[in-house]
C-alpha cells in the first residue's frame, strides 16, 4: 500500500519523531491490533478540564475581589488535573506511541515506543509488555534498530513504506514472553 509521503526537517527530532510514531499506529491498526485509546482520551480530558478552569478563572464576567474564592478553586482545579497529566504522562505512558489493548489468554496488551536522540541517526523502536512488573525485563522486550537514513531522503522526506518493511520484520514478527 503506497502512502503518502511526509516531509520536514531532519534535523528536528520532534518531526523525525513524530512521522515514525504515527507509522508506527497506522500499522499495527493496517495489522488489526487491537489499540487500546483509553489513556489518550483520559489525557485529553484532563487536558480540556484543566483549561477549562483555567478559561473560568481567567474570563469569570465579575472584578477581581468578588471572584477570589472562585479564582481560588480555578487554580486548584487547573493544578490538579494539569499535574495528574503530567504525571501520567512521566510515569505511566512512558512516552508510548501506541498501546493494545490485551489479545488471546494474555493479561496485558503491548507498549511501542521509540528511542531517538538528538541529532542522532539511528532510531531504536521498542515493544515491550504493558505489565509495569515486567516493563523493562529483556525478556517481554524486543528491541529494534535502524539508521532513519533508510526511512527518510536527504531532503527529509518520510518513506512509510520502507518503515513498514522494518517495522513488520524486526520488531512484530518477533514474541516475547
Not at 487554580?75 to 512512558?94: E, I, K, P, R
Not at 525478556?139 to 522494518?166: C, L, M
Amino acid at each position: 500500500m503506497t502512502e503518502k509521503k511526509v516531509k520536514g526537517s531532519l534535523g528536528d527530532m520532534n518531526f523525525v519523531r513524530s512521522a515514525v510514531e504515527a507509522q508506527i499506529l497506522k500499522t499495527l491498526e493496517e495489522d488489526k491490533f487491537p489499540i487500546d485509546k483509553s489513556m489518550m482520551n483520559l489525557k485529553l480530558f484532563l487536558g480540556f478540564t484543566a483549561i477549562a478552569f483555567a478559561l473560568v478563572a481567567q474570563f469569570y464576567p465579575r472584578p477581581w475581589p468578588e471572584t477570589w474564592v472562585l479564582t481560588a478553586v480555578c487554580v486548584a482545579g487547573y493544578s490538579t488535573f494539569s499535574s495528574t497529566m503530567q504525571w501520567m504522562l512521566w510515569f505511566h505512558d512512558m512516552d508510548a506511541a501506541a498501546m493494545t489493548k490485551p489479545q488471546g489468554k494474555s493479561k496485558y496488551g503491548l507498549l511501542f515506543r521509540t528511542d531517538y536522540k538528538r541529532f542522532g541517526e539511528d532510531m531504536t523502536v521498542i515493544m515491550t509488555t504493558r505489565d509495569p512488573k515486567n516493563r523493562l525485563a529483556d525478556a517481554h522486550t524486543v528491541r529494534a534498530t535502524e539508521s532513519i537514513a533508510k526511512w527518510f531522503d536527504a531532503e527529509g522526506t518520510f518513506y512509510p513504506d520502507q518503515f513498514n518493511i522494518f517495522f513488520r520484520n524486526q520488531v512484530l514478527k518477533k514474541k516475547i514472553d
